[in-house]
């Protein structure tokens, strides 16, 4: 499964991003899609993921309330809305995929990341 994470760029405190995860793979489908992020000189991060059914969503407690992880399976594309945008949130984000769980070592495929920065 080959993943494209895209939408990242510099938005202002209190603003919002989409960013998006394609895949070109028939198998994407059946993956539990899950979003990390890295933050200079800290450890990936978990911070949602969404289940290939569409029925389960998992978010961190950090971003609950603000981020909504959504999918469509008919143009093998997931989405990272991201309102309420916090410096914190600032990092570079990856999209995965996986059979389930929220850890890092979950997912076995991996997109090449896109930049967010939230300004202030």
């Known amino acids: 499964v080959q993943l494209q994470a895209s939408g990242g760029g510099l938005v202002q405190a209190g603003g919002s991003l989409r960013l998006s995860c394609a895949s070109s793979g028939r198998t994407f489908r059946t993956y539990r899609i899950g979003w990390f992020r890295q933050a200079p000189g800290k450890e990936r991060e978990f911070v949602a993921a969404i289940s290939w059914s569409i029925r389960n969503t998992y978010y961190a407690d950090s971003v609950k309330g603000r981020f909504t992880v959504s999918r469509d399976n008919a143009k093998n594309t997931v989405y990272l809305q991201m309102n309420s945008l916090k410096l914190e949130d600032t990092a570079v984000y990856y999209c995965?995929?996986?059979?389930?769980?929220?850890?890092?070592?979950?997912?076995?495929?991996w997109g090449q990341g896109t930049q967010v920065t939230v300004s202030s």
């Open positions: 995965a995929a996986g059979d389930s769980g929220t850890y890092y070592s979950d997912y076995d495929y």
